[in-house]
């Protein structure tokens, strides 16, 4: 059986909407009340998910995998797994294999990042994917610090951030002092600390970690929230 693939998802508080491609072309609409998880009439205005802007982000997260100075196999194909349910053109799906192989240069791709939400997304995964392989390299961290210069968040969006990361990656950031430059006190750190719920740790494997990317850029209006930090 082949699966339909997505082309466009939207979700709030209330509502999550899906369009999906089956294998004849057509396209599918489901409106589902979250509070209920009953599905709805399609009674209501949408807008298309902007999959150029995906690709966009895409293009770092694989620039971040090959600051260590290679991408294995394994995570080339973990990365296009996870991606082929994204209902991408032809020449979209060149790009990407491109990246896989010959990364554009990090200055030219933060160009084309424009909302926060998107820049909260680039850090978090770039995080995950610098503990995926369990190595930690200078460049994996002047990377980090190059992205948190370029995309000029406020200090109340780093905390966001350390508070939905795993455990694991909590400890990376104290451990390479990454909490001076995402503009957390080492004090705010305790306090943080303190009083976030204890997230355990949980499988940072490549293909999780891509896999958690799509995920969360489905979900990213939500997951991002500024009221989320308290």
Do not use: C
């Amino acid at each position: 059986m082949v699966e339909s693939k997505i082309t466009e998802y939207f979700f709030n508080e209330n509502y999550s909407f899906t369009v999906v491609r089956d294998e004849k072309g057509k396209k599918i609409g489901k409106l589902v009340n979250i509070q209920t998880s009953k599905e709805e009439k399609l009674d209501q205005r949408v807008l298309p998910e902007n999959i150029p802007n995906l690709l966009n982000v895409a293009k770092i997260i694989i620039s971040a995998a090959w600051q260590d100075g290679k991408i294995l196999q394994s995570e080339k194909d973990a990365f296009n797994k996870v991606f082929e349910h994204v209902d991408v053109s032809e020449e979209q799906e060149r790009e990407i294999k491109n990246e896989l192989v010959n990364p554009t240069p990090i200055e030219e791709l933060v160009k084309h990042i424009k909302t926060r939400e998107e820049k909260m997304l680039i850090l978090e995964t770039a995080l995950l994917l610098i503990i995926a392989d369990n190595e930690f390299h200078p460049k994996e961290k002047a990377f980090i610090e190059y992205l948190v210069k370029e995309f000029k968040l406020d200090t109340a969006d780093f905390i966001i951030l350390y508070n939905i990361l795993p455990q694991r990656v909590k400890k990376y950031i104290t451990k390479e002092k990454l909490h001076d430059t995402l503009e957390i006190k080492a004090d705010e750190i305790d306090v943080i600390t303190k009083f976030a719920v204890d997230k355990k740790a949980k499988d940072t494997s490549h293909e999780q970690v891509y896999s958690h990317f799509l995920n969360n850029w489905k979900n990213r209006s939500t997951r991002y929230r500024r009221s989320s930090v308290y």
